[in-house]
């Protein structure tokens, strides 16, 4: 079996369990752990904003937490102050998100390496400090809390995330769908000039890509991905606070992006599950938990630089070359 093979394999499976977590879950440990997986599913689509910068175009940002707190206020300011519906809260969240990735995108992508970490640092905290000082809009530090609407109504019957199976199954459904927009975004000439620049921007002007618009794309894209997190992520807690617009949440998702492995599809979905988990796990016995999660983080760079996901691949490309040369070496043996 190729390595292909085998990873559509272990793709397969891994989808059957995310469709079986409501009643497998339960079954096997504790209803808890169905809301930790839907969280885990929400940040890693923040995780994945972080690595379509860093993983595909080479852009380093330490401020998506900025776009994931607009996605979060622009649904709970559209419920609790404008009366709002679902779906028009959500596309607000959304649009409040990527507008913002286009404001700041215009100026931070002008500039590469350190100081497009530091200018995007620069306007996370400037927003931060903004909503804390305006409580009237933004609750400051308590934040807003908001009743959730139903997301579908037929009749008399009503649909929302009141319901944890469907508030699974929806956050499933966003985030699988994001995931598979990036899927087609990177197999397409639009993801391959991304690649480009990353690997070598003066080349890729060279041959008549316009570089700043592609990475001011890239941004607005990843703050669209950021804003989807947000706003899932304020109808699954009923919530939005500044203190998530903080750099220490960038950091969180960058951390999650590298550890699972930069500019795989995938490997935000594994650095977020190891570090969530850890967390969840350790901090029911010890409270310093984020050293064991720092810890966690310093391994992985040291000894599989490419990510979990990386050594992964490496390890089962090397088994399966190793399994190859085995099968030849029988043959040569037996003879024809």
């Not at 979060?72 to 300011?77: E, H, K, L, R, S």
């Not at 009141?162 to 598979?180: E, K, M, N, R």
């Not at 490419?306 to 070359?321: K, P, Q, T, Y």
Request: proline share 3%; with cysteine.
């Amino acid at each position: 079996m190729t390595a292909a093979a085998i990873e559509r394999v272990l793709m397969i499976a891994f989808a059957a369990f995310l469709l079986s977590v409501p009643w497998l879950v339960p079954a096997l440990v504790n209803a808890f752990w169905v809301s930790v997986i839907a969280e885990i599913l929400i940040w890693s689509l923040f995780a994945a904003s972080v690595n379509l910068l860093f993983g595909y175009v080479g852009l380093l940002s330490f401020g998506q937490a900025l776009y994931f707190g607009f996605g979060m206020y622009g649904v709970a300011v559209g419920i609790d102050g404008l009366g709002l519906s679902f779906w028009p809260a959500f596309g607000l969240g959304i649009t409040a998100a990527m507008a913002m990735a286009l404001v700041t995108g215009i100026f931070a992508v002008r500039l590469t390496w350190h100081y497009f970490a530091i200018i995007t640092v620069v306007f996370s905290l400037i927003f931060y400090f903004l909503a804390l000082t305006n409580k009237w809009l933004t609750g400051g530090d308590d934040g807003i809390n908001f009743s959730l609407p139903p997301t579908f109504s037929f009749g008399s019957k009503r649909l929302g995330f009141t319901d944890p199976v469907f508030q699974y199954f929806f956050i499933l459904a966003v985030v699988a769908s994001c995931f598979w927009l990036m899927r087609r975004l990177v197999d397409s000439p639009l993801g391959k000039a991304f690649l480009a620049i990353r690997d070598n921007d003066l080349r890729a002007s060279l041959i008549g890509l316009n570089v700043y618009l592609l990475r001011l794309t890239a941004f607005v894209l990843a703050g669209f991905l950021a804003g989807v997190a947000g706003a899932l992520f304020a109808f699954f807690g009923r919530y939005a606070s500044a203190s998530y617009m903080f750099y220490h949440v960038s950091g969180d998702g960058v951390v999650w992006a590298i550890v699972g492995g930069a500019g795989t599809l995938f490997g935000p979905i594994v650095g977020t599950r190891i570090f969530i988990i850890v967390r969840e796990i350790v901090s029911t016995h010890w409270e310093h938990h984020s050293l064991i999660v720092g810890a966690v983080a310093i391994l992985v760079v040291i000894f599989a630089p490419e990510g979990v996901v990386g050594l992964w691949r490496d390890g089962l490309a090397r088994m399966v070359e190793r399994t190859a040369e085995a099968s030849v070496k029988r043959k040569l043996r037996t003879g024809p």
